[in-house]
């Protein structure tokens, strides 16, 4: 009898908190890695347009670095249903769950999903001192050279991480490359540029100024077709068009709170997200990013959920296959 009055004052507190939500509490958006990265502009670029958008909000950013993004995650997962606790990340939440033998928490179970914010291309790119200035060049290079090559990541379970690997995978080049992982994306570029390593595969939301400025060389970008509407990239060929059959790889992000929070606090979070996925602003500085803001099914929950299931489904044998994982 006792533990049904504690849940059902508990359920109380819920309703009452999400008939006042926000308040004055500020909604903190957890991002799992360092700031400055991409994942954490795309963070901040959203919160700003969601406080217009959700009366009295306050958004702050917090920055949970380490283990391939999942300890931030499972910070959010372990927080208090309450709204006030969300979690920004990408493609990390399905490549996760193939790259970890061991999880804290499950991707599909333990978090309400909020919605997609954003397409992004990746690139996969060379230090400025690589002889070769085409993908068919780069190829030939990788063959007379690939014993003494090698590809920087920004840490395990990255975007640059997975792209590495699925990209060596399908060259069949991951046996001839050393692997050099960073603690970020900007040290693993900063190499690059400095030619301390030879290779990367990056988010344009990292790479396209550097790319503009000439100090790196790009190749190719991961996605089906060519980026015909990017004023930059669109010269730059598709893996799939350079003959890497099926290569579509994109990362994405979207937008997360714990399990159980309130369905009217559910909402409300959905709602001022899509409003800020077309506030004009926010879609400038994403374009300027190279990002794609999401438009379609994937930004209501259930959308977005079966998007992850399927990348889940989609990532985890090809990252099996590659054979790189950690507890």
């Given at each position: 009898?006792?533990?049904l009055?504690?849940l059902a004052?508990?359920?109380?507190?819920?309703?009452?908190?999400?008939?006042?939500?926000?308040?004055?509490?500020?909604?903190?958006?957890?991002?799992?890695?360092?700031?400055?990265?991409?994942?954490?502009?795309?963070a901040?670029?959203?919160?700003?347009?969601?406080?217009k958008?959700?009366?009295?909000?306050?958004?702050?950013?917090e920055?949970?670095?380490?283990?391939?993004?999942?300890?931030?995650?499972?910070?959010?997962?372990?927080?208090?249903p309450?709204g006030h606790?969300?979690?920004?990340?990408?493609?990390?939440?399905?490549?996760?769950?193939?790259?970890?033998?061991?999880?804290?928490y499950?991707?599909?179970?333990?978090?309400?999903?909020?919605?997609?914010?954003?397409?992004?291309?990746m690139?996969?790119?060379?230090?400025?001192?690589?002889?070769?200035?085409?993908?068919?060049?780069?190829?030939?290079?990788?063959?007379?050279n690939?014993?003494?090559?090698?590809?920087?990541?920004a840490?395990?379970g990255?975007?640059?991480h997975?792209?590495?690997?699925?990209?060596q995978?399908a060259?069949?080049?991951?046996?001839?490359?050393?692997?050099?992982?960073?603690?970020?994306?900007?040290?693993?570029?900063?190499?690059l540029?400095?030619g301390?390593?030879?290779?990367m595969?990056?988010?344009?939301?990292?790479?396209t100024?550097?790319?503009?400025?000439?100090r790196?060389?790009?190749?190719?970008?991961?996605?089906?077709?060519?980026?015909?509407?990017h004023?930059?990239?669109?010269?730059?060929?598709s893996?799939q068009?350079?003959?890497?059959?099926?290569f579509?790889?994109?990362?994405?992000?979207?937008?997360?709170?714990?399990?159980g929070?309130?369905?009217?606090?559910?909402?409300?979070?959905?709602?001022?997200?899509?409003?800020?996925?077309?506030?004009?602003e926010?879609?400038?500085?994403?374009?300027?990013?190279?990002?794609?803001?999401?438009?379609?099914?994937?930004?209501?929950?259930e959308?977005?959920?079966?998007?992850?299931?399927?990348?889940?489904?989609?990532?985890?044998?090809?990252?099996?296959?590659?054979?790189?994982?950690a507890?």
């Amino acid at each position: 009898m006792k533990r049904l009055l504690v849940l059902a004052a508990a359920s109380v507190a819920l309703f009452a908190q999400a008939q006042t939500y926000p308040g004055t509490k500020p909604i903190t958006l957890v991002v799992p890695f360092a700031a400055g990265g991409p994942t954490d502009l795309v963070a901040r670029q959203l919160g700003e347009a969601m406080r217009k958008t959700l009366p009295g909000s306050n958004f702050v950013v917090e920055n949970v670095n380490g283990a391939g993004g999942t300890i931030g995650a499972t910070k959010v997962a372990k927080a208090a249903p309450d709204g006030h606790t969300l979690l920004v990340w990408h493609i990390g939440m399905a490549a996760t769950a193939g790259l970890y033998r061991k999880l804290q928490y499950k991707p599909l179970e333990d978090f309400e999903y909020l919605g997609m914010i954003n397409d992004v291309p990746m690139t996969l790119i060379g230090k400025p001192q690589l002889p070769a200035n085409t993908y068919r060049d780069f190829e030939n290079y990788i063959r007379a050279n690939g014993g003494a090559l090698n590809i920087a990541h920004a840490g395990l379970g990255s975007a640059s991480h997975l792209c590495g690997l699925m990209w060596q995978s399908a060259v069949n080049a991951k046996e001839a490359m050393t692997t050099i992982p960073f603690n970020g994306t900007a040290p693993a570029m900063t190499a690059l540029m400095g030619g301390q390593v030879d290779l990367m595969c990056d988010q344009t939301t990292n790479t396209t100024q550097q790319i503009e400025a000439g100090r790196v060389k790009a190749f190719a970008v991961t996605t089906a077709g060519r980026l015909n509407n990017h004023k930059l990239l669109k010269d730059y060929p598709s893996l799939q068009e350079m003959g890497l059959k099926g290569f579509n790889l994109t990362v994405w992000h979207g937008m997360y709170a714990p399990k159980g929070t309130p369905p009217a606090v559910l909402k409300q979070l959905n709602e001022a997200m899509k409003a800020a996925l077309k506030d004009p602003e926010f879609l400038k500085r994403q374009e300027a990013l190279g990002a794609v803001v999401v438009t379609d099914k994937r930004v209501d929950p259930e959308g977005h959920k079966a998007f992850v299931t399927a990348e889940i489904a989609k990532l985890k044998p090809a990252i099996e296959a590659a054979g790189k994982f950690a507890d």
